[in-house]
């Protein structure tokens, strides 16, 4: 937890497992698990602007025209571009709204409402 929460590692496959401790149901130890999602959704703001800083680069894919992936047989780029910049959204969205894991943060949204 301390390579996310204290220093603030946006790129930790670690993110993925507080993600876990978020939305899971305890089936043993209810107490210790409730401490480290206490912890976890103790969001600190160092953390959250590394993240919006990391996912805030997008390749500019709309500003070239309709055929231009076309004429150079690149259609699969193209839609490795718009992924990836879905994916930067919602990393964006995780860090503004103090989520851990940007990749999962519509399940945990779902979650919580």
């Given at each position: 937890?301390a390579?996310?929460?204290?220093?603030?590692?946006?790129?930790?496959?670690?993110?993925?497992?507080?993600?876990?401790?978020?939305i899971c149901i305890p089936l043993?130890?209810?107490?210790l698990i409730?401490?480290?999602?206490?912890e976890?959704?103790?969001?600190?703001?160092?953390?959250?602007?590394?993240?919006?800083e990391?996912?805030?680069?997008f390749f500019?894919?709309?500003?070239?025209?309709?055929?231009?992936?076309?004429a150079?047989?690149?259609?699969?780029?193209?839609?490795?571009?718009?992924?990836?910049?879905?994916?930067?959204?919602?990393?964006?969205?995780?860090?503004?709204n103090?989520?851990i894991?940007?990749k999962?943060?519509?399940?945990?949204?779902?979650?919580q409402?």
């Amino acid at each position: 937890m301390a390579v996310v929460l204290e220093q603030h590692d946006v790129t930790s496959w670690v993110q993925k497992a507080l993600t876990g401790i978020v939305i899971c149901i305890p089936l043993h130890g209810e107490k210790l698990i409730q401490k480290w999602k206490t912890e976890v959704t103790n969001y600190p703001d160092v953390l959250a602007r590394a993240t919006v800083e990391k996912y805030l680069q997008f390749f500019s894919i709309w500003g070239l025209p309709a055929d231009y992936f076309i004429a150079r047989d690149a259609t699969l780029f193209k839609y490795q571009m718009l992924v990836e910049a879905a994916q930067n959204i919602l990393g964006v969205l995780a860090g503004l709204n103090l989520l851990i894991e940007p990749k999962l943060a519509k399940s945990v949204l779902a979650q919580q409402h």
